[in-house]
């Protein structure tokens, strides 16, 4: 007997419980999908705006939202079009959008749609199939596009679909374009008549590929023949964990077919094997493995998420987490390549990358959590230019490079470190902390009710600002200590008079509250969680605290 399922979310539920047994249940989440025309609420968070799949991100709020963005275009109001980058509506339609999506469940029909919507309306469109992310960003500025469409939630669960859209610079959309999407979409969603499907006239394809290569040899940034001459002659082994998402086969078209490439998780799987498909350090055992079986000299591991816009590293020695990794990527940039300017990095990120910008004598520029915060630093004319631009959730851009976090970027400028220092990057990493001091930095987070999520729960966390201030005392295991800072940026961060810190927000795209911590022992990291877990179910009022 069929089950019957009155919504998606139960759907889901059973999906998820076992992925193997319950894959065929994702026709029922096609049927919701397709049929589902209930209002929803739009949110744009720090990347883009996410819902799941069947329940409030259905082909229904696809086409409010993409005729939300048509009607934005066709207002012509001065500040949206100069944040789009474009003079008015007629410009908008020639220079044309950039659809795709990454590896999901119904990609490329919720691509179609979008299209639909757009050549009905004049606009040009090219699909783009399947594609990271960070080629959607160098795309729109190698084909002078007037943004693009990205159909993906990132690095979420597979329960979850998504939208990106990204201006003519190719960096996330700011408040002046999303709030007025917003605004628009939520007017139409209690709206009559409802939105009726629309399919491509044509398909006008492009590829992102080789955009994005042409891309990387302008900007010279990373110096691709180097890179290459590296893999081809030196005893290494490259592992990339693409755990079934958009950056399989990309790194081979930029660096050619070698041996010493290997690529895990390259084939279909909407369901990515049940696991939440983000680069944890759980996630990282697969490359570990093929690290430690292997005699190379010169050995890089990576994972990358379905959209390839985040990135965590391994040597087969130690993991590389982001905070790490974009402190190196400052140095090597700075010292071993000569670029100059300023360093970028959101307010949760370990303070090693401001020990070393105070010894080289370079400005730390300290943004709130989201890549789009960094744009100021990316934009090619930008003053205050930044060196390298990244923030402790896996994301990493840099100079003269896209204003989206990029994980092929990332593992390339990987691979160029290893050539030109000659080590590994545990090695690289050892150096750097002999020289500068050593940080142990680290994350988590606590699931909260989908209902506490936006103001409610930004008041409720804000109690914790009110009653830890500068000079309160308090006890960590077994340690005591003293605030001397509190920093109100981006949530709620304490510093203590250890060095140690620790930073308390609400997630801008999943119901959960996450922590960042820094500890100055890998000893004391378990101690700092817990004092962080503990003020937050404080404030929010969970039971037992």
Known sequence: MTQQFTDASSCWKVILSDVSKNRGLLSVIGKFSREN???????F?????????GTDFTFHTVRIVTLAIIEMCKGNDPSVMG???????????????????????LGQDFAYEVIGLLQENGIRAWYAGEAPTPEFSAGVEMLNAACSVNLTPSHNPANYAGFKFNPSDGGPAGPEITKRIEEIAKRMMGSSPVPRPAKPAHIETVDLDNLYIRFLNERKTLDLSRIRDFVNREHCIICIDHVHGSTRGCITKILGESQNIVSLRTGDDYLFGGIAPEPSEKNMQGVEKVLKESPARFRLGVFMDPDGDRIRFADGTMQIPMNYFG???????????GISGIVATSVGTS?????IAERLNIPAKETKVGFKHFRPFLLPASRERAIVAFEESDGISGYHHTLEKDALFGLL???EMMAVTGKNLSGYLHDIMDEFGYYYPDRSGIAVSPDLVGEPLIQKLSRIQEKYNKGTVLMSGKVQRKIIDVITIDGTKLVFDDGSWLMIRPSGTEPKVRFYIEAR???????????????????IGARGY
């Not at 402190?327 to 390549?337: D, G, I, N, P």
């Open 45 to 53: 968070g720090t990347s883009g705006w996410r819902g799941e799949l």
């Open 521 to 539: 022992t890998e000893e004391d990291k378990k101690a700092v969680f817990e004092l962080a877990e503990r003020i937050t179910r404080e404030a």
């Open 327 to 337: 402190a190196m990527a400052f140095h090597f940039l700075h010292v071993y390549k």
């Open 37 to 43: 025309t209930n209002p929803a609420k739009i949110t």
């Open 83 to 105: 944040a789009l980058g474009v003079s008015d509506f007629k410009e908008f339609q020639q220079r044309g959008v950039i659809v795709g999506h990454d590896n999901r469940f």
């Open 413 to 415: 400028l990987a691979i």
């Open 351 to 355: 303070n090693l990358v401001n020990a």
